[in-house]
């Protein structure tokens, strides 16, 4: 009898607590380490700032984890406020209507301002509907960038980094003959060998627009181009001038520990790069096939976006909305970009960063942005849009193993990963 | 005062607690795996379409699920052997010596307290082809080892993970077993003239069968279920899919993937397997075992 009055008593201040608390929001998200604090800091800081919400910043492991954890979660009832999504998960966050509530539409019923010029459109392209409406708040941008040792480099000879493929050639058979053990590696083959590499080239990856035009896309990466530059890395991975290692970013410690004289890696790893270099690297844009396109495209984005879920009460929305609004302030995301290395989001915060001086401060950290901005983006250098990537892009990077391990060539491998790839896209569209 | 329960509730109320943790841990998941695998649903569970046997089809036609079920009966009997090679040598060995035995006995039984995760990223870190101790010490015997593109090489470094956790384990049951088998029976062979390895085949061997046969048992289990963690930590699965086991494939079909059809499809056909392979061994192997 006892205890069931301790309960009841506890039940009941439970009850009146929540009543007088602010109303919880809570944020699931993969940012571990370093950006895991920098999260927690930028949600703390927008809970002082008013007393109405409490945003809660919970990290659910890396963006796989998270994003399956959201959805278990949404079938148990259970699911988050706000959730981290990357940017190949995206076509599969659009096509569950009935699970999200497109940030648009979030903004204009709680009356955020909330203008999409005012976001870089490379960024926000990749999160947008047919009509332009963008679905879910850009966060966390990083693009593809190349990384030189310039020890190396001056060693050899070479006075600065290369911007086309046909360089990368020249530029890593001369390190190689001055005794660097190999050219360049690369992380990530399918994001930036494939897919930045088409909308670098402005070739298709998939049909429809890579996607954007509707879910009957089927891929196109098994074009001429692709194959050529495909086979021409198959080639050099047997002189040297390429050397793979691993799929995500397996291959960075061989350019921290001077094997490889270049990386490609996210634009995002450059605080990382100078945790883990004791030389003097810099950062370049991606290189491009002078006989294949004159001037090329934009490159494309990866890193994640915040997707706001159904099912909660209307206050809690209320505080989504304030916070997604506070996010995207200048000072917050400037901040954001110059602690990360992620891009930044709106055209104020880049001009802010500008105006501190940052650039000129940080030397390569501009590479990216101006990388991804200075062309239109056209329907293949847009993003992508196709369900059931994740798993794709495994099977891309068993594709390209086999060519790289000299099983297959690259026209094999590539077809086949577009069969078994299409296979996919065809069971996501039957599932939606 | 005497309590009187009558007698036929009361073994079912004592079996009710393990009842209840079976159906809800065992039989129920299974249920649902086996309803899950045909229908086609979405992520979000918002919309789910019967398609029979579609899931099954599109498994069966696919040749990478074939691939998959090689990869497995590699792998698994690798680590089975291995292990029990292994671990009955430590034991043989650890069981013969005199001093110091408690800290050796220790220093054997201890890798299993080391979680797979774990294990797997110890040994991906010793075999790192650009930094690894153990990669760099290869290349200098001239082995040019490179788990990221070798699917063999990659294939050996996710056995030894697997295994050498494992050998433990088998150790322990290895020691308990030739503490049992009598002195009387080995002194008396030595008397008789044999030698410690015919000693070993005829006499140790023979009696210490049904430990290794549960062993056996219990390895081929372990390396079929128990290692994804392994496999994750060291090569998810590549280069290619020269190390994806078939409960890999479970895991990036259905977590990675998100197509909980096809991945609970291949869950069916794991059980049903299972199935298969226990009475194998219970009906064939065990009979031939001496207890």
Redesign the interface.
Known sequence: MQSFKLASVVIGMSIASVSFAATEVEWWHAMGGANGEKVNEIAQAFNESQGAYTVKPVYKGNY?ETM?SA?AA??AKKQPAIVQVFEVGTA?MM?????IYPVYELMSDFGQPFKASDYLSSVTGYYSDVDGNILSMPFNSSTPVLFYNKELFAKAGISSAPTTWEQMETVSEKLLKNGVSCGFTTSWQSWIQLENFSARHDVPFATEENGFGGMNTEFAFNGPTQVAHIQKMSEWQKSGVFS????RS?SA??FY?Q?CAMYMGSSAGYAGMKRNTSFDFGVSQLPYWESKIEKPNNTIIGGASLWVLKGHSEEEYRGVASFLSFLSRADVQADWHQFSGYLPITHAAYGLTKGQGYYEKNLGTETGVIQMTSTTPTANSKGLRLG?F??IR?II???L??V??G?TTAQEALDSAVK?GN??LR?FE??? | MSVYFPHKKLPYLLLLPQLVITFIFFLWPAEQAFEQAFY????????RTFIGLDNFI?LFSDP?YYESMLVTLVFSFSVAFLGLSIALWLAVMADRVIHGKLAYQTMLIWPYAVAPVLAGVLWWILF????GPVALWLKYLGVNWDH????DQAMILVVISATWKQISYNFLFFLAGLQAVPRSLIEAASIDGATPFKRFWTIVFPLLSPTTFFLLVVNLVYAFFDTFGVIDATT??????STATMVYKVF??G?????LG?SAAQSVVLMFLVGIMTVIQFRYIERKVEY
């Open positions: 796989t399956t959805i949404f079938r599969s096509a569950a209507k009935g699970a793979y290692a691993g799929r397996d410690p061989k520990s094997e059931n994740v798993q495994d990077n068993e594709s193993e086999g790289w391990s099983q078994r296979a996919l069971k039957k599932a939606n | 086609q649903e979405d992520p979000f569970g918002l919309s599109s990478i790192d082809p650009s930094m990221y593109l070798n699917g998810q699965g590549g280069p290619g899919v990036s079909d977590f990675i993937g998100l197509d096809g």
